[in-house]
């Protein structure tokens, strides 16, 4: 079973609300990612991490930030959340393995977030 | 652009039948991987292949890496309900450090 937790696992909040989606693991990873999934829907890239200190943004536009100051927490903060946000926000972690080397991805249980 | 593109988005059978799912690109991958998602839950690892041309067997499931190592493909024998959920394969293109995940095919297995 996957040591990678994410909360809350439902959220509702108003217009121009900030909020931070929690994501820590304890199986020590180096990578830790965040996605966006609309349900049934592919998963997009928003955010990644390779270790402390390091963050870089994916393939889809997000207006959302990310930290990672510890190697077990990657926090996603909306600093003003609107209703196209609402989605559901998908944590995961690897070990690093070498360079083009997928090890497994662990994912949270997600955070279902509607803004309305 | 799609990195990596499956087909078909949407597939409905009957139980007892037999199905593919494709997953192309036109990057060459070190690896693929294959992750299955049931609702409501993060995707869970079914396989990673390596070696192109590689095949791997997983009971009821047959894991295909092309030869070129740009496309994969999972058959499924004797489909189950319980197979139902969104198969997803997911590489690193080349140098990339970064996990890109396929279109994905939503799969309805009808007893």
């Known amino acids: 079973e996957a040591d990678i937790y994410q909360t809350p696992r439902y959220l509702v909040i108003g217009t121009g609300k900030k909020i931070t989606l929690e994501c820590s693991q304890t199986m020590g990873h180096d990578k830790m990612y965040w996605y966006q999934q609309d349900p049934g829907m592919e998963l997009h890239l928003i955010h990644y991490s390779y270790g402390v200190n390091s963050t870089e943004k994916g393939d889809l536009s997000s207006e959302s930030t990310v930290s990672r100051i510890r190697t077990e927490h990657f926090p996603l903060t909306l600093e003003s959340a609107r209703p196209s946000h609402t989605s559901q926000y998908l944590c995961a972690s690897s070990e690093f393995a070498g360079q083009g080397i997928n090890t497994e991805a662990f994912f949270g249980q997600g955070t279902r977030l509607t803004v309305v | 652009t799609q990195l990596l593109e499956q087909s078909p988005q949407f597939l409905s059978i009957q139980e007892g039948e037999n199905l593919t799912v494709y997953c192309n690109s036109s990057?060459?991958?070190?690896?693929l991987q294959w992750y299955r998602q049931e609702p409501g839950e993060g995707p869970v690892l079914l396989v990673t292949?390596?070696?192109?041309?590689e095949v791997k067997k997983l009971k009821r499931l047959t894991f295909q890496f092309g030869d070129a190592r740009k496309d994969s493909s999972l058959h499924i024998t004797a489909a189950q309900p319980g197979d139902t959920g969104l198969y997803l394969c997911?590489?690193?293109?080349?140098?990339?450090?970064?996990?890109?995940f396929g279109s994905g095919t939503q799969l309805t297995v009808l007893p």
């Open positions: 997911a590489g690193a293109p080349g140098s990339a450090r970064q996990l890109t």
């Open positions: 990057s060459v991958f070190s690896s």
């Open positions: 292949v390596v070696t192109g041309g």
